[in-house]
Structures are given as structure tokens and as C-alpha cells.
């Protein structure tokens, strides 16, 4: 981020509404330097997750087993994501210091008298924030700065910073809890990402979760199983199909295919495993026949061979070649 220079009459960087001089400038009537405060907000946030897990690892881990859910429990690799998503609640929002602060709350507590004016007030925001949904807007392509988010309940957008090792598609969910920086936003210790995931089902669910007493932010848990499931609608659907569209994701992201094709080549996967079920132990033959599929009738990219996405799967040509098929005679029908 740029060193941009806030005037006194600008709009405050901390979201306040309120003109600088008026608002953090008030208490500090030097000019602020935008990247000297989100520097130190990005140390209070190393040091968040070093101060839960060092002091308080055994008592977020004793949490973690009074939200175990049962739904979960045939697809371990969503308990994986589930659980990665439930520790950011337990830090962000369970009061589970003597059933009166959170781990979050007794940090700022800690650390508050040392903050100068400016970053105390920023930081003290993230203790309200609450956890949502967001829908991917735009994510940049050539100057890689800030991907746009858009709160599926609230419609509220965000800016919050690319980096090099984030893959985002445009048009999928995210869920997690976005807490205020200078001049944009960022999630909280972690980021949960749904790919294939129908828009309007969680806006339902979301919608149903906020007129409960406690809202989205008490029922966290339960809203976060459900998200999850909303992927999974078959009961005895095998947990490598999930498996395949992930990696069939990260070659895509890899060779810069625009996100519209990518949500498209997951669309065609899902259809084909609602009705086709397909029952496989690896995953890379059926990922590269998907990318082959999309390659050449989605991209009509006439230059890619069976063999050239075999190779970059590390795949069997005849495997790939054989689950092409079922996949083209399958899709193609629709």
C-alpha cells in the first residue's frame, strides 16, 4: 500500500464516517502514516494467535470437543475445515476466561495501555466483528492490490489485500470474520473458502441463522456445519469427489484460466457426480480429464493433448483418457 497522505478533513481510515481531524486525528494531530499502522496491526495479530495458542491451547482444544458434529463426522476432510473455522470463533467470540471474557478481549487487555490512540481504536473493532459469509466481487489480475468482497446478508463490500500465495475465484464464498486496517480490511487468523456452493441456499441459510437469539456470531458452529454440507447432498457421496475439484482448482489457478470457466468446470463436476456417483481411489486422472474436458469444450483450446494434462497431473494417459470419456458422454447428453 502506497505512503498516502490523510488530510485533516478526509474521511478517518478507521470506517468511523467521521472526518480525520475529528476522529483519530483528534488524538493525534500529526499526519498518520497508513503503513506504519497497518504494520503494527499486523504484529498485534502475530501476536494474537501466539498468546491463544501458547496459554490457552489445551483449554480452545477442550472447546473444540463440545462442538463436535456429529453431520461431519463421515467426511473428515470437511472436519478439517470445520475445525479450522471453529478455533477463529472459540479465540474471537466463546468467553471461556472465566465465562466472562474472550481470549480476543483479555489480549486487547493486555496489550491496550500500550497502544497509541489510533491503533488502539482500530483494534478495539475487531472485538465487535462478527463472523459472515462473502461472496468474491472481483479479484485483481495484472496489479494484484485488493480483492473485492461482498457480505452475502449484508451486501456490504470490502477491500481486503491480495497476496501472492491467495487463490480467489470470482464468484465463490468465503467464510470468516473480517476485522478493520488502514484504508481496508482483513480476516481474522483464518479464511474458509466453498467452491460449488449455490448462492441463494446460503443466503437462506444465513437469513435463518440471524433471526435466532444470539444471531450468526452464537450460532457459528451450526451455520459453519451446515455451509459445509450444502457441498454434500448425498449422504454416501464419496469425499474424493471434493478432493477432485479442489486439485482440478489449483492447476486452473495456476495457468491464469479466468474464474468463470474455472466455476463452470466445478458446475460440470458436480452434475456429474449427483447423478454418476463415480467411485475412484485417485484423484488425478479424474481432475485432469476435467481439465482436458474444459480444455477443449469449454476454452476450445485445440493445442492441449490428453497426454499434456496427463503429464501435468502426473496421471495416467489411458486413465485420464478412459474418464474422459465417461465425463464427455455424461456431459455432452446434458
Not at 470445520?82 to 476466561?97: A, D, E, H, Q, R
Not at 485483481?140 to 480467489?168: C, S
Not at 433471526?211 to 447432498?233: C, D, Q, R
Amino acid at each position: 500500500m502506497s505512503k498516502r497522505i490523510i488530510g485533516r478533513n478526509d474521511p478517518c481510515f478507521c470506517g468511523s464516517g467521521k472526518k480525520y481531524k475529528k476522529c483519530c486525528g483528534a488524538s493525534n494531530p500529526n499526519i498518520a502514516n497508513p503503513v506504519m499502522i497497518n504494520n503494527e496491526l499486523n504484529r498485534l495479530h502475530q501476536q494474537l494467535l501466539s498468546f491463544a495458542t501458547e496459554n490457552y491451547g489445551e483449554k480452545i482444544n477442550e472447546q473444540a470437543k463440545r462442538f463436535d458434529p456429529p453431520a461431519l463426522q463421515s467426511h473428515p476432510e470437511l472436519m478439517d475445515i470445520y475445525y479450522t473455522g471453529l478455533n477463529l470463533w472459540i479465540i474471537s467470540k466463546l468467553k471461556i476466561i472465566k465465562n466472562v471474557q474472550t481470549i480476543l478481549e483479555l489480549f486487547f487487555q493486555v496489550i491496550s495501555s500500550k497502544l497509541n490512540p489510533i491503533i488502539k481504536r482500530l483494534f478495539s473493532q475487531w472485538l465487535t466483528a462478527d463472523p459472515s459469509i462473502y461472496k468474491v466481487i472481483t479479484v485483481p489480475a495484472e496489479n494484484k492490490d485488493m480483492v473485492e468482497l461482498q457480505d452475502v446478508l449484508t451486501n456490504k463490500r470490502f477491500r481486503i489485500p491480495f497476496r501472492d500465495q491467495d487463490e480467489y475465484i470470482e464468484g465463490s464464498l468465503v467464510i470468516g470474520t473480517l476485522v478493520p486496517f488502514s484504508g481496508y480490511h482483513a480476516f481474522l487468523l483464518s479464511i474458509i473458502k466453498l467452491y460449488g456452493i449455490d448462492h441463494n441456499s446460503t443466503l437462506e441459510l444465513m437469513e435463518r441463522f440471524a433471526k435466532m437469539e444470539g444471531g450468526i456470531s452464537g450460532h457459528f458452529p451450526e451455520l459453519l456445519t451446515e455451509a459445509l454440507l450444502l457441498s454434500v447432498k448425498d449422504e454416501d457421496l464419496n469425499p474424493l469427489h471434493e478432493q477432485v475439484a479442489q486439485e482440478f482448482t489449483d492447476h486452473m489457478v495456476e495457468k491464469e484460466v479466468e474464474d468463470a470457466v474455472i466455476l463452470q468446470g466445478l458446475a460440470l463436476w458436480k452434475q456429474y457426480c449427483e447423478k454418476e456417483n463415480p467411485s475412484f481411489k485417485n484423484i488425478e486422472p479424474y481432475a485432469a480429464a476435467l481439465d482436458y474436458y474444459v480444455q477443449k469444450n469449454v476454452l476450445m483450446n485445440e493445442s492441449t493433448t490428453q497426454n499434456m494434462v496427463a503429464n501435468e497431473y502426473g496421471a495416467n494417459p489411458s486413465t485420464v483418457s478412459n474418464n474422459y470419456r465417461k465425463l464427455a458422454n455424461f456431459l455432452l447428453k446434458k
